[in-house]
């Protein structure tokens, strides 16, 4: 059962472009959400992570974007650039209390590629 | 500062064997948590450990185990390693629950 679902695998963008990447859950009970970056050979770099109570969060070029009734969230990057091209992870948490506080469910991943 | 920090990098076992993998977190961090990642897939929860206790255990059979010490280091002990443990383990630390850091993982193969 594939709680949290990054339905694109790939993604490719010119430059200086906006990058959008996408991700699905199903869990009603998650209320935090993060994306993560990875480079090969690295673990996952915390990039940005937004509250249940929150629609979108800003931080620099990095924007998420939480639609909690279509159970969607997606990360915008602006504008991309060729030091961006990794693997891009959501990844979702619980309330406290629940069976999955604490713990972190993720995607399956989205290589995103920029060309320059 | 220093990140969280995992040691060895790369290991080769063969069935059967036993492990123990060792990871550091970030100073100050006292939530330790494990994953499993295979190949073309997200990270998996393993455990998660909260000031020694264990406070969360994923869908992974007995053979693996963890422990947390004093200084908040933490190890994975996986016994009787199958094929299928081939797979790069990561370890993360929080301040509190989230967000967690991630180091760079221990690479286990098993011949």
């Known amino acids: 059962d594939q709680q949290v679902k990054q339905n694109s695998p790939s993604l490719s963008v010119q430059e200086g472009r906006i990058s959008i990447l996408n991700c699905d859950y199903t869990n009603s009970m998650f209320d935090y959400f993060l994306w993560y970056k990875k480079y090969p050979a690295e673990g996952p770099t915390f990039l940005i992570s937004i509250s249940s109570i929150k629609d979108k969060n800003e931080d620099g070029r990095f924007t998420v974007f939480l639609n909690k009734s279509a159970k969607h969230l997606s990360l915008h990057i602006v504008p991309s650039q060729p030091g961006d091209s990794a693997v891009y992870f959501c990844a979702a948490s619980g309330k406290r209390g629940g069976t999955s506080y604490g713990k972190l469910t993720f995607g399956q991943g989205t290589i995103l590629t920029v060309h320059p | 500062d220093a990140g969280v920090t995992q040691s060895p990098t790369h290991l080769i076992k063969t069935r059967g064997q036993h492990v123990t993998l060792r990871c550091s977190p970030i100073?100050?961090?006292?939530?330790v948590s494990w994953y499993q990642q295979v190949l073309g897939q997200g990270p998996q929860f393993i455990f998660q450990y909260y000031e020694k206790e264990e406070r969360g255990r994923g869908n992974f059979p007995d053979r693996f185990s963890a422990r947390q010490f004093p200084n908040y280091s933490s190890e994975l002990n996986v016994n009787a390693l199958l094929l299928g443990d081939s797979a790069l383990y990561l370890c993360a630390s929080s301040l509190g629950s989230q967000p967690q850091h991630f180091g760079d993982g221990t690479r286990l193969s098993i011949l």
């Open positions: 100073s100050g961090h006292k939530s």
